[in-house]
């Protein structure tokens, strides 16, 4: 399958698998301010009772990071266009959200992000936005026309009314952050947060962050988070890839943990959740690698939990 990023490749597809294949595959909608879908998608055998499945979820909420989306619809085509998933789909709910900010990435000026193009400045640019100085904007979880006016809006923020941005995954009212809630409120074993950075600076191409609370959460989430980082890392090494060799909770400033602690401090304290972080820009990790990098992952994470027993 071609690498599919963009929304109109995106979600033409989605609705075409939920024709073709009804008995498997579930969709919702959250639509955008700006009058575009947001979808999650969900595949299981629905002969089968829901109740005593394995559920996962996989989501990306950054525009900038297509390879998050490229590797779930990578990974959903195999499932539903392909053979020897019946087995994996009686025993588990997999739901995806494979493009949080169709907004944003509709506004992208590429398709995916190979490091040959743009420095790391100029992708920060295009995905931050520019301030009226011609500086990168700041990061913001929200943030308003009313008391900002920059040269360049970042694809990084949905557009929630005619004044407001946000950055998908730092603000509850956006769409992204919607169909999450849904989703983890229907039930969730584990939560996967798909990501891209640049590694600009570091050997490695690869990492698994801890929720910024990890020392707080109770013994059983914390033990259940590290065997399954672990494997992800360990079926990273396999594919040639030099992960950080150990998951930890990244370093941010009171600025950015503010609307972590409000948007998934309690969340973090219900069910393991992980994030995936993958070299974005950067010849060291070509397209075709990045996306392997998350689909594996993937993998990784649904063969864990069933070899682990499924729910916990």
Request: aromatic share 10%.
């Amino acid at each position: 399958m071609a690498l599919l990023t963009k929304p109109y490749q995106t979600q033409p597809k989605l609705l075409e698998w939920a024709r073709k294949r009804p008995d498997i595959v579930s969709i919702e909608s959250v639509r955008t301010y700006t009058g575009m879908n947001v979808y999650a998608v969900s595949l299981t055998d629905k002969s089968i009772d829901d109740s005593r499945k394995l559920k996962l979820l996989f989501a990306q909420p950054h525009a900038h990071e297509p390879a998050t989306t490229a590797g779930m619809m990578s990974f959903m085509g195999k499932v539903i266009e392909g053979e020897g998933y019946g087995e994996l789909l009686k025993r588990a709910v997999l739901t995806f959200i494979p493009d949080g900010n169709p907004d944003g990435r509709s506004r992208s000026p590429e398709e995916i992000w190979d490091g040959t193009k743009y420095s790391n400045e100029e992708f920060l640019k295009i995905a931050f936005g520019i301030d009226e100085n011609g500086e990168r904007f700041p990061r913001m979880g929200r943030w308003s026309l009313e008391e900002y006016s920059p040269k360049f809006i970042g694809i990084v923020y949905e557009q929630i009314n005619p004044k407001e941005f946000v950055e998908p995954n730092r603000d509850l009212e956006s769409s992204f952050s919607k169909l999450v809630m849904r989703a983890i409120g229907r039930g969730c074993d584990g939560y996967l947060s798909l990501h891209q950075t640049e590694f600009e600076r570091s050997e490695h191409n690869a990492m698994i962050i801890l929720p910024f609370n990890f020392e707080e959460l109770p013994d059983r989430i914390k033990e259940r988070s590290m065997r399954w980082a672990e494997a992800i890392i360990g079926a990273w090494r396999e594919t040639g890839a030099n992960p950080v060799p150990k998951p930890k909770p990244l370093g941010y400033g009171e600025d950015q943990l503010k609307y972590f602690r409000r948007c998934w401090g309690e969340v973090y304290k219900k069910l393991p959740c992980l994030t995936v972080e993958v070299q974005n820009n950067n010849t060291r990790t070509p397209p075709d690698m990045q996306v392997k990098l998350i689909e594996t992952a993937i993998e990784a994470s649904i063969e864990h939990f069933l070899g682990e027993g499924g729910r916990p």
